[in-house]
């Protein structure tokens, strides 16, 4: 091999390196960004489950997965996966739960008001708790309050055990919450009328 042969090698392994490099280099900066996105939030699988289909060659066996995500802070959603691989069934459930994000009004760590949930047979009762009670609430509807961030609240479930009616009617429930400004606009008085003394006060505390 000629020396220009020589030098015209070296500089292609040179940029093939280079450009090996810039992959890795890209590949972990998308890893690292979706283990920062993973830390923001609060994950809870509630259940996984084995499920098997008939068919004409015999049995597909698979995994669910019934997933709730959350940001701590007022921010929650649930997804279902479902996948040939648990941990591919609680990514999916993961991702899906994600994109059912929404909002859930609160004051002072506590819902706004009691609220009753419902979904098939499912049926969660949910009341304010005072600050200290914690979340005084069993079964499947205790990750979902968790991820929300609720911090003191009182939750029964009335209704079926199943943990996807009571995830879903915990849900509903949420979803049925307002805000106390609401409230008042619709009734036409101040918030101070229609929410509890203790809760301002401990809204006030925070914001101080």
Do not use: W
């Amino acid at each position: 091999m000629s020396d220009r042969e020589q030098r015209v090698g070296g500089r292609s392994a040179d940029n093939k390196d280079r450009n090996n490099g810039r992959k890795n280099d890209r590949r972990n900066d998308r890893r690292n960004q979706q283990d920062a996105e993973r830390d923001k939030y609060i994950e809870r699988v509630v259940t996984i489950n084995r499920v098997s289909k008939t068919v004409k060659g015999g049995r597909n066996m698979s995994f669910t997965a019934l997933v709730v995500v959350g940001d701590g802070q007022g921010m929650v959603g649930i997804g279902y996966g479902k996948a040939k691989e648990v941990p591919a069934a609680i990514q999916k459930g993961s991702e899906e739960a994600r994109k059912n994000f929404f909002r859930v009004p609160m004051i002072a760590g506590t819902i706004t008001h009691p609220v009753e949930g419902r979904d098939a047979a499912g049926i969660v009762m949910m009341k304010p708790a005072a600050p200290g009670t914690g979340v005084i609430a069993g079964g499947a509807a205790r990750p979902v309050l968790e991820c929300a961030g609720v911090q003191d609240i009182l939750a029964k479930s009335l209704g079926s055990d199943n943990a996807l009616n009571v995830v879903r009617a915990t849900v509903d429930g949420l979803k049925q919450l307002v805000r106390p400004e609401e409230v008042a606009a619709r009734r036409g008085k101040t918030v101070e009328e229609v929410t509890p003394a203790r809760m301002l006060r401990k809204r006030a505390g925070q914001e101080a």
